[in-house]
């Protein structure tokens, strides 16, 4: 199933590191695992198509901002420094 990332947190089964607003894919288990984090949950599930972000986003005036929130100037320069972040995760 497809969540959102609420609160940025290390996935130590994974071994990865989720940021703020990106969507993952994780098993029903899994997610209310991660739903029932005291205080506040890491994740939320993702109800539609339309609730998926697509980064970069274009935020006007030719700057973008990548699922890091690094902002960017042009659409090319954010499509490359996005590809480089899903690299290093």
Excluded: C, Q
């Excluded at 989720?18 to 890491?42: M, Q, T, W």
């Excluded at 198509?49 to 005036?61: A, R, V």
């Excluded at 990548?66 to 420094?81: F, H, I, P, Y």
């Amino acid at each position: 199933m497809k969540v959102k990332v609420l609160r940025a947190f290390n996935d130590k089964p994974n071994k990865k590191t989720h940021k703020v607003e990106k969507i993952i894919d994780v098993s029903e288990e899994r997610f209310e695992e991660l739903k029932a984090v005291k205080g506040n949950p890491l994740v939320e599930e993702v109800e539609s198509d339309n609730e998926i972000n697509e980064f970069p986003k274009h935020t006007g005036g030719g700057w973008y901002v990548t699922s890091s929130g690094e902002k960017v100037k042009g659409k090319d320069e954010a499509l490359e420094a996005e590809n480089l972040i899903e690299e290093v995760e």
